[in-house]
């Protein structure tokens, strides 16, 4: 990875394994731990041995929240709830790695979550 980081989500789409989400540290070793959020997506070249940064329009910065695979082979990824490094939330997002984008939906959920077991399930 570019950079190291924990609490974030893991998705293989073809060849490539892209790191969202999650919290960073700033300090060298000795030195203080300092978490701060991840502010960019990464991804894993399988074929070319090598990280790269990429956008993810619209995606979150978040860290600790509770995820899963959408459909299997779809390249995308339920995000519900975690922190923004202040509070926790109670959003809902789907992170599509395929076309770089992430879409925010209107699920009823009341109350925060982090750090929780996702399990999605298609209506069809």
Same mark, same amino acid.
């Given at each position: 990875?570019?950079?190291?980081?924990?609490?974030?989500?893991?998705?293989?789409?073809?060849?490539?394994?892209?790191?969202?989400?999650?919290?960073?540290?700033?300090?060298?070793?000795?030195?203080?731990?300092?978490?701060?959020?991840?502010?960019?997506?990464?991804?894993?070249?399988?074929?070319?041995? &090598?990280?790269?940064?990429?956008?993810?329009?619209?995606?979150?910065?978040?860290?600790?929240?509770?995820?899963?695979? &959408?459909? &299997?082979?779809?390249?995308?990824?339920?995000?519900?709830?975690?922190?923004?490094?202040?509070?926790?939330?109670?959003?809902?997002?789907?992170?599509?790695?395929?076309?770089? &984008?992430?879409?925010?939906?209107?699920?009823?959920?009341?109350?925060?979550?982090?750090?929780?077991?996702?399990?999605?399930?298609?209506?069809?």
């Amino acid at each position: 990875m570019l950079n190291g980081r924990s609490n974030f989500a893991t998705v293989q789409v073809g060849e490539y394994i892209y790191a969202f989400g999650g919290f960073c540290c700033r300090g060298a070793s000795g030195e203080t731990h300092q978490p701060v959020l991840a502010e960019f997506t990464e991804r894993y070249s399988i074929t070319s041995n &090598k990280w790269e940064q990429v956008e993810v329009a619209g995606a979150p910065s978040l860290a600790a929240f509770a995820w899963c695979s &959408k459909h &299997k082979d779809a390249g995308e990824i339920a995000v519900l709830g975690g922190s923004d490094g202040n509070v926790m939330n109670q959003d809902f997002y789907t992170i599509d790695f395929r076309n770089l &984008k992430a879409t925010k939906s209107n699920a009823p959920f009341e109350f925060g979550t982090c750090m929780g077991h996702l399990s999605y399930h298609s209506a069809s």
